[in-house]
């Protein structure tokens, strides 16, 4: 990254941080996120920014759209050479204790297309409203990142046979400014993290990682909600038992068991951890609001993707549901990458109306119409994404 966008970053990081004087945002102000002026700014008390459906055009998502979810305060100094990373936990034959350095020189170096979301996306849409980052369309993104493949740094440590869960630890401070409380400390089942498109990586898009996107260190997991991908990462535990760190339990992160009636109070007992995202997709092409020409057809294009597995059709509709087109779906680059499909409508009428994308997985499950299960901290909205075309 620039010297300039790191010392703006360092800036930012302190007023956030609120231990310097200097311009203050205030509600309804316009904040931009250094390096990411497009993105639409939820909260700079953390940092947390979305991008439009249309900016997440390109097959691999830029940098300066890139969302940014923050749940604490981001290192305010990072020193690249010196900066190590742990495994430990009672689940490894070995600690080891590695710089960045020995992780580009021990591993095998991989660039590999991977997709993440916050597991939140989409919050806005729930009705009765939940607290939390009222997230619309853009916390997800597929970009390239570059490091070594999370399951070779295992290995090298020895993964023992009684490996439940890896638990990840992040050099980003907590909001209370208590500085031994992590901010989040989450992560994934054993095999996840051994699978392909798990990784740790130290570049995104042929650069350093962004400072709010885990610069120097991260984790990439695929496809599971953005919450397992540990920024600014110190540290990884291989447990024995689920792994219990910040954000592991009571609401955050899981959903409810069974269904619920929207609104309803959940003992913390009755809500599981998500696991993989469900079925979703993004139509990037048309921006929303266009004006159309009705003797043209109109090309409509975008993304799909669905948690671990692949996405096997996607189908878009403009009378609102009641007749679906199948349109062009490609394989994604790699595993844990998403899939662009694209196809070309025709309007035989003018007016308003509206596209509407719905992908199916390769186990015939398809994206809900409208919004599905109610849950307390309104995770997992998948629902279709439409966008409205005024045909003249
Ligand atoms: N250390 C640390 N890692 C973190 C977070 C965080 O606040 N601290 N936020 C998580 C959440 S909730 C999401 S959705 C992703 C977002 O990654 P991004 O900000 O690079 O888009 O990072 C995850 N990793
Ligand atoms: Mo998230």
Same mark, same amino acid.
């Given at each position: 990254?620039?010297?300039?966008?790191?010392?703006?970053?360092?800036?930012?990081?302190?007023?956030?941080?609120?231990?310097?004087?200097?311009?203050?945002?205030?509600?309804?102000?316009?904040?931009?996120?250094?390096?990411?002026?497009?993105?639409?700014?939820?909260?700079?008390?953390?940092?947390?920014?979305?991008?439009?459906?249309?900016?997440?055009?390109?097959?691999?998502?830029?940098?300066?759209?890139?969302?940014?979810?923050?749940?604490?305060?981001?290192?305010?100094?990072?020193?690249?050479?010196?900066?190590?990373?742990?495994?430990?936990?009672?689940?490894?034959?070995?600690?080891?204790?590695?710089?960045?350095?020995?992780?580009?020189?021990?591993?095998?170096?991989?660039?590999?297309?991977?997709?993440?979301?916050?597991?939140?996306?989409?919050?806005?849409?729930?009705?009765?409203?939940?607290?939390?980052?009222?997230?619309?369309?853009?916390?997800?993104?597929?970009?390239?990142?570059?490091?070594?493949?999370?399951?070779?740094?295992?290995?090298?440590?020895?993964?023992?046979?009684?490996?439940?869960?890896?638990?990840?630890?992040?050099?980003?401070?907590?909001?209370?400014?208590?500085?031994?409380?992590?901010?989040?400390?989450?992560?994934?089942?054993?095999?996840?993290?051994?699978?392909?498109?798990?990784?740790?990586?130290? @570049?995104?898009?042929?650069?350093?990682?962004?400072?709010?996107?885990?610069?120097?260190?991260?984790?990439?997991?695929?496809?599971?909600?953005?919450?397992?991908?540990?920024?600014?990462?110190?540290?990884?535990?291989?447990?024995?038992?689920?792994?219990?760190?910040?954000?592991?339990?009571?609401?955050?992160?899981?959903?409810?068991?069974?269904?619920?009636?929207?609104?309803?109070?959940?003992?913390?007992?009755?809500?599981?951890?998500?696991?993989?995202?469900?079925?979703?997709?993004?139509?990037?092409?048309?921006?929303?609001?266009? +004006?159309?020409?009705?003797?043209?057809?109109?090309?409509?294009?975008?993304?799909?993707?669905?948690?671990?597995?692949?996405?096997? +059709?996607?189908?878009?509709?403009?009378?609102?549901?009641?007749?679906?087109?199948?349109?062009?779906?490609?394989?994604?680059?790699?595993? @844990?990458?998403?899939?662009?499909?694209? @196809?070309?409508?025709?309007?035989?009428?003018?007016?308003?109306?509206?596209?509407?994308?719905?992908?199916?997985?390769?186990?015939?499950?398809?994206?809900?119409?409208?919004?599905?299960?109610?849950?307390?901290?309104?995770?997992?909205?998948?629902?279709?994404?439409?966008?409205?075309?005024?045909?003249?």
């Amino acid at each position: 990254m620039s010297e300039l966008t790191r010392r703006e970053f360092v800036r930012q990081a302190l007023l956030v941080a609120g231990f310097a004087a200097g311009p203050q945002s205030t509600y309804g102000a316009t904040v931009t996120l250094p390096g990411k002026p497009k993105l639409r700014v939820l909260n700079d008390r953390p940092w947390n920014a979305e991008a439009l459906p249309h900016q997440l055009d390109p097959e691999v998502t830029p940098t300066e759209v890139f969302f940014v979810r923050n749940n604490g305060i981001p290192p305010l100094r990072v020193n690249v050479n010196d900066w190590r990373l742990r495994i430990d936990g009672e689940s490894v034959q070995r600690e080891i204790d590695l710089s960045i350095r020995d992780l580009k020189r021990r591993y095998d170096q991989v660039s590999l297309q991977l997709l993440i979301e916050c597991g939140g996306n989409g919050r806005a849409e729930f009705n009765p409203p939940v607290p939390g980052n009222q997230w619309t369309l853009g916390a997800v993104g597929c970009p390239m990142f570059h490091g070594v493949r999370l399951r070779d740094v295992l290995e090298d440590a020895g993964v023992k046979q009684d490996a439940v869960y890896i638990g990840f630890r992040g050099a980003d401070t907590h909001l209370s400014g208590v500085s031994d409380l992590l901010p989040i400390s989450r992560g994934v089942p054993i095999a996840k993290a051994l699978a392909d498109d798990a990784m740790i990586a130290w @570049g995104m898009n042929g650069n350093d990682l962004h400072p709010m996107n885990g610069h120097p260190l991260r984790l990439v997991i695929a496809g599971w909600p953005g919450s397992v991908s540990g920024k600014w990462l110190t540290g990884i535990s291989v447990r024995n038992q689920v792994h219990d760190g910040p954000k592991m339990g009571g609401k955050s992160y899981r959903v409810p068991r069974q269904p619920i009636a929207p609104g309803t109070t959940v003992a913390d007992d009755d809500m599981k951890i998500i696991e993989a995202m469900p079925v979703k997709s993004l139509i990037t092409y048309p921006e929303t609001g266009l +004006r159309h020409r009705k003797e043209n057809e109109l090309q409509v294009r975008g993304h799909a993707w669905a948690g671990d597995r692949l996405v096997k +059709r996607v189908q878009l509709s403009i009378d609102f549901g009641q007749r679906w087109q199948d349109v062009t779906l490609e394989a994604p680059r790699n595993s @844990g990458a998403w899939q662009r499909f694209s @196809g070309t409508v025709n309007f035989a009428q003018s007016g308003y109306h509206e596209v509407w994308a719905k992908a199916i997985d390769e186990k015939g499950v398809g994206q809900p119409m409208v919004l599905p299960g109610w849950n307390p901290k309104g995770y997992l909205n998948n629902a279709c994404h439409r966008i409205a075309t005024h045909v003249v």
